[in-house]
């Protein structure tokens, strides 16, 4: 196997385990918001759980989809969107004065810039040949 080959399953694994974490902590988020957001009441959690999940789950199962219908370019995108709001979430902590807090997403969203200029450059190298 080429290391093109290799690295290209390494995003497409990513990508889909990125995926199936989103829709999952979605689930428990709408589920059990209380235990989620620990510290929260009951209502305000749940409605802000519901907002948040909304939104992620369909993040996640773009992830997924476009990994099973092995769209290169499509997920590339998704995976620079991605980026574009781990780096709102970076910003967002900082500015909370929560550094440690934004280390997370912003390695979330260099690994996701990372992968999606990969398979942007994958999918334009084999529309060329």
């Known amino acids: 196997m080429s290391s093109s080959d290799w690295s290209d399953r390494l995003v497409r694994g990513y990508a ?5 974490l989103l829709v999952v ?3 428990v988020l709408m589920l059990a918001p209380e235990k989620a957001m620990p510290g929260s009441s009951m209502e305000p959690a749940r409605s802000l759980g519901l ?4 939104r992620t789950i369909l ?3 773009a992830f997924m989809v476009l990994v099973l219908r092995r769209r290169r370019e499509g997920l590339a995108w998704v995976f620079v969107a991605d980026a574009g709001l781990q780096l709102f979430d ?12 934004a280390i997370a ?3 979330l969203g260099a690994i996701d810039l990372s992968a999606g200029l990969f ?11």
């Open 25 to 27: 902590f979605s689930a």
């Open 105 to 107: 997403p912003a390695v």
């Open 119 to 129: 398979l942007l450059r994958a999918a334009r190298v084999s529309k060329k040949v």
């Open 16 to 20: 889909f385990l990125r995926g199936a």
């Open 51 to 54: 907002m948040f999940a909304s």
């Open 59 to 61: 993040l996640g199962v």
């Open 90 to 101: 970076t910003g967002l902590a900082l500015a909370m004065n929560k550094g440690i807090v």
